[in-house]
Each structure stands twice: as C-alpha cells, then as structure tokens.
C-alpha cells in the first residue's frame, strides 16, 4: 500500500503563487496515494496581464486548474468553504506572493487554526509561513521559511533556523524551491510518524 493512500491534503493557493511549490508536491504527494485537493482562492492581482475575474494563476504563468493536467489523475478542484479540517489529514501552502493574500482571509486563517488544533500535518514553504504567523499559531515553535520571513517569524515568536526544511510537531516549513525534495520527503514521512 501506498504511504499517504487514504489522506487528504489540501492544497491552498492565490494570485501569483511560486508555480513549482505548487506542482512538484502535488505530484510527489499523488504518487504516493493521497487525494490532493487543490483550492485557488481569487485573492490578489496577477500582472501578466490583470484581467477581472483572470484564473489564479503562478508567477510563471501556471493556472489553476493546470491545463496540461487536469483535475482526476493527480488532483481534484475544492472550494474553500466546502473544506472541513476534520474532513482532511493535511494542509500545504506554496509560497509566492499568494500567502500574503491568502494572511488576509478569514476562512483560510480559521482552517489553518482548526487543522493545528486537531492535530493535522499544516506544510508551509518560502514566504506561507506568512499564513501560520497570521493564524496566531507560530509562538514558541522552530520554523524556517524564505530570508524575507525571517523577521516576522523572529517576531511572532517562532524560533528561526535557517535548514532547508524543520518539523516541529505537526508543522511542517521550507525555505526555496531548491528545498522541495527534503520539504516532501518530510511531508511523506510525517503522515507515518506520530509528531
């Protein structure tokens, strides 16, 4: 049996998000059997070219849905208000500009707080840490995100370590891109591990 068969992550994401944070754990997480759900929340504005009611879409220019690969094989569409934490195992927030949009909802803020208090994987990598510092749950904990967040981390409260990924409980953080192999090793490994 696959490692994550059976788990449900959700994929959070608004204008301007870092594509491949999106798209290399989705497919890696896919792989080994978990549902992916992926929710594009139209928050923010997208530059090339800002068009009203334009498809969330990357800073490289991938949108959500993923043209290339539609929803079925390796994800399906989700609305964030039909999310419930205790519906799902996991959360992931890709970085990009999308997390300082996605700071400013309070729907995604209280499924963030609801997924930490029952104990659910939260994943954050480059500048999402943003989210988890707006969610009020960052006090105390080690974490590492993009240079940018360190400050904010710092003064939230969170303990800032500069290593490619850091788990501490069931929070799960990366810096970059370059950190996405590791970042979902650790995600993977998570779901077997008690935190």
Known sequence: MLPLANKQIA???AQEYEDIELLYPLLRLSEEGATIFVVAVPMGHHPRPYLENKPVTGRFGHPVPIPVMPPGKHYQMAKLEDLRADELD???LPGGFSPDYLRRNS???D??????NQGKIIAAICHAPWVLISAGIVKGKRMTGVVAVRDDLINAGAIYLDEPVVRDGNLITSRKP??????????IEAFSQPS
């Open 90 to 92: 996991g959360l992931l």
């Open 178 to 187: 370059d950190d996405l192999p590791l970042f979902c090793r650790t995600i």
């Open 107 to 109: 729907h995604v803020l």
């Open 111 to 116: 499924l963030v707080r609801s997924c930490y």
């Open 11 to 13: 994929m959070l994401v």
